[in-house]
């Protein structure tokens, strides 16, 4: 019999999931935001702009019919600003509808739409140029990985007569760093301590070591974090969440407990929720079950107890390794302590039992996901295609299909992709033909991973002609993108 693991209770309810205007401790992705200095988690937290929750009082009942009424006003002022944004002979427009468009905009990471409005912006006899909002379009440039452009704002920032303030500089370094450009997030470092009033701050160095790990430069993270002691900057708990993360995603374990040692021994950061994830994930990922189990309990006698996503974490990894009681023990648990399984939680299961060739299992927790009311997903269903495919059950990839129409899931390339390489396996032609046409229907483009599998399956049919209008399809994709 196996030796199942210690659970605790519920996660401490403290933890907030309030909006962060820094990066948080959870942050193990490329850190984005060029945050202020903060002196307490509290800070983090982005207060609302409007009055908190309370009893309504009664004459203002009628109150969200003229929210919506202003709403709709403003999306079709945004819009028209827009419009206006392709012309030169707008100067004198209203400013709430300009920045409120500016501000959607960057919101949605349209790149080539926030630099024209801020053109126009820049027109208007009322602008004056700001630091935070070159810092926002900074910011954005950087999610777009558009470098260059944002070289370019910066230079522009310059020639208007403002001064960079520390802000500004990060969100330069994470739009170099973003896109790889790690020497030239190294440079703007470098120029940043030239300015005493920009002199780079942990959350500057945070982002970088976030980029240097997202772009597999470990080499540099020990000469930044000798450059932060130097310095004098202590680490904070993203920073050392962002190393800890991004050795174990990378397989380095000597340097994630080590890192997580330090992170122990500074004491002013002690290992939190997101830590105990981190490692846990990153052992149970590479299928070293004995020290995925050791962490979890050593993490437990830190006083940090497990929340729903190291439970997915656990059933995940051992599931990966086959140990299928042990991944039963932890739904059980969770269920018996009110861990209510999520829809991720059902994906992992199904996903599991599919790839083993249990079906029936399978079908039994995709059974009870509906039940309980979770709605599957596109990865849900991929699970689903791909197991039935395994075994040769075409009519049940049928069967999954008149599910998907007659629900509102939200279909991606992933799940066509499943799809059209179940019926192209099976030498179902014409059904996976019919896949890629609907695929194009539902606004789903095709990828790379979608053209091979066509090809792969018209050519082991034989069907030449088919091969070579794909093959042609493809170059000029590739010509156009």
Request: hydrophobic share 35%; proline share 4%; net charge positive.
């Amino acid at each position: 019999m196996m030796t199942l693991l210690h659970f605790w209770g519920p996660a401490d309810p403290s933890w907030s999931s309030s909006i962060s205007a820094t990066p948080k401790t959870c942050s193990t992705d490329c850190l984005t935001e060029p945050p202020r200095p903060q002196t307490s988690p509290s800070a983090f937290s982005v207060r609302s702009s409007t009055r908190g929750s309370g009893t309504v009082p009664s004459g203002l009942q009628k109150q969200p019919k003229k929210d919506l009424s202003r709403i709709l006003r403003t999306e079709s002022a945004i819009r028209g600003i827009e419009k206006k944004a392709n012309s030169s002979k707008y100067s004198r427009l209203w400013p709430k509808a300009v920045l409120e468009a500016l501000d959607e905009a960057i919101r949605d990471n349209r790149h080539d739409s926030t630099l024209k409005i801020f053109g126009l912006l820049r027109k208007q006899h009322w602008y004056k140029p700001r630091c935070q909002t070159y810092t926002k379009l900074l910011m954005m440039l950087g999610k777009c990985r558009q470098p260059q452009q944002a070289s370019l704002l910066f230079e522009l920032m310059l020639s208007e007569g403002l001064t960079p303030t520390l802000d500004v500089y990060t969100a330069l370094v994470s739009a170099y760093g973003q896109s790889g450009l790690i020497d030239e997030a190294f440079s703007t470092v470098e120029s940043m301590k030239s300015v005493s009033d920009c002199r780079p701050d942990v959350y500057t160095y945070s982002i970088l070591i976030s980029c240097c790990i997202r772009f597999h430069h470990f080499e540099q993270i020990d000469r930044i974090l000798a450059e932060m002691s130097y310095l004098g900057i202590e680490c904070s708990s993203v920073t050392y969440n962002t190393v800890i993360d991004g050795y174990g995603k990378a397989g380095m374990f000597e340097q994630m407990e080590r890192s997580l040692m330090d992170m122990i021994d500074s004491g002013s950061c002690l290992p939190d929720i997101f830590t105990f994830n981190s490692v846990v994930s990153a052992y149970g990922r590479s299928r070293h079950i004995n020290d995925m189990e050791r962490w979890y309990e050593e993490f437990q006698l830190m006083g940090i107890r497990p929340d729903i996503i190291t439970f997915n974490i656990l059933i995940r990894s051992y599931g990966r390794s086959g140990m299928y009681e042990k991944m039963a023990s932890v739904l059980d648990y969770m269920e018996k302590r009110f861990f209510s399984p999520t829809v991720a939680t059902y994906n992992i299961i199904t996903d599991a039992y599919g790839k083993a060739g249990d079906l029936g299992k399978m079908d039994d927790y995709f059974k009870k996901m509906k039940h309980q009311g979770i709605k599957p997903t596109s990865v849900t269903y991929c699970s689903l295609v791909n197991a039935y495919s395994k075994v040769g059950l075409v009519s049940k990839v049928d069967s999954i299909l008149r599910q998907v129409s007659n629900s509102d899931v939200k279909l991606d390339t992933a799940f066509f992709n499943c799809v059209i390489s179940a019926y192209g396996k099976a030498g179902e032609v014409e059904k996976m033909s019919n896949m890629f046409q609907m695929m194009k229907e539902r606004k789903c483009w095709p990828d790379n991973i979608t053209y091979a599998t066509l090809i792969q399956a018209y050519t082991a049919q034989g069907m030449t002609e088919a091969v070579r209008d794909l093959e042609a399809k493809v170059i000029a994709t590739k010509a156009q993108g």
